[in-house]
């Protein structure tokens, strides 16, 4: 790890409540994974060993996301769908944040992962948030496909970590985007959809029918192959989707780029 990793996390680590306490188990106790924070009324786990201070603890420190709130038009209660959600750090910063949630669906494709966002839902959120450990993609629902069994990781993809044999494994249902706005959301408008799934957003979107997009009124999205980005989002802007912000500020990587669109129903 660089000094420079290690600075950076630190700095992370002043931005919550208990930080001395931090401070110290990360100084003198670096094998323990799983760490508890707080932040204001919230309280939420983090497994360092499983790589969720780059997933959950990011969404709370960095402005990755919370930047684009500002030029959001929210109802008091939003409706959040969260795909890639890892240990459920976007609706927590939402929460940070004084937004306030009318219902969170949340969708982790790693089981370990998904048990740390089952119990961070449930003590920050209670019935109104949901974690599904489902596979988001373009096949139909209810398919099992086997991974890769891991602590964890912000880098894991349907397409890239399905098991061969050699290695322990997890059997994981897939689910589409369809499905998640019919059953979890009536089809009613979805406030905000957080898209983090490892290249497999092309899929999913390209498979997903137009009523069914325009039922986001804001999309925050991670973009990982820009080969593939520029015809994604020629299909948004002729649905009426507008980019929120400037497209050279959306770096998060050599590729990865996180970009906001708002939708005609907002």
Request: proline share 4%.
């Amino acid at each position: 790890m660089s000094i420079a990793t290690r600075v950076a996390g630190f700095r992370a680590i002043l931005f919550f409540d208990n930080w001395p306490i931090l401070v110290l188990q990360r100084m003198f106790d670096r094998n323990t994974g799983l760490v508890v924070y707080r932040k204001k009324h919230l309280e939420f786990v983090v497994d360092h060993q499983g790589g969720d201070e780059n997933g959950t603890r990011q969404c709370l420190t960095s402005d990755m996301y919370k930047k684009y709130l500002t030029s959001f038009s929210l109802p008091d209660q939003a409706r959040i769908l969260d795909l890639g959600a890892n240990g459920g750090g976007f609706p927590l910063m939402l929460r940070a944040e004084g937004i306030g949630i009318e219902r969170a669906v949340c969708v982790e494709m790693n089981p370990l992962v998904t048990n740390r966002l089952t119990l961070n839902l449930a003590t920050n959120f209670g019935p109104e948030a949901v974690a599904i450990n489902a596979a988001v993609c373009d096949t139909s629902d209810r398919t099992e496909i086997v991974l890769k069994r891991t602590r964890g990781g912000t880098s894991t993809s349907i397409l890239r970590d399905q098991a061969d044999g050699t290695t322990d494994s997890d059997s994981v249902i897939t689910i589409s985007l369809t499905a998640l706005c019919e059953k979890y959301f009536d089809n009613k408008p979805i406030d905000i959809c957080k898209v983090d799934i490892e290249s497999a957003e092309y899929e999913v979107f390209e498979s997903s029918e137009d009523a069914v997009l325009l039922t986001i009124r804001y999309l925050i999205i991670e973009l990982h192959e820009p080969w593939r980005t520029p015809r994604f989002v020629e299909r948004l802007s002729a649905l009426g989707f507008a980019e929120i912000g400037r497209t050279e500020d959306s770096k998060t990587g050599d590729d990865p780029e996180v970009r906001c669109f708002k939708g005609p129903a907002a």
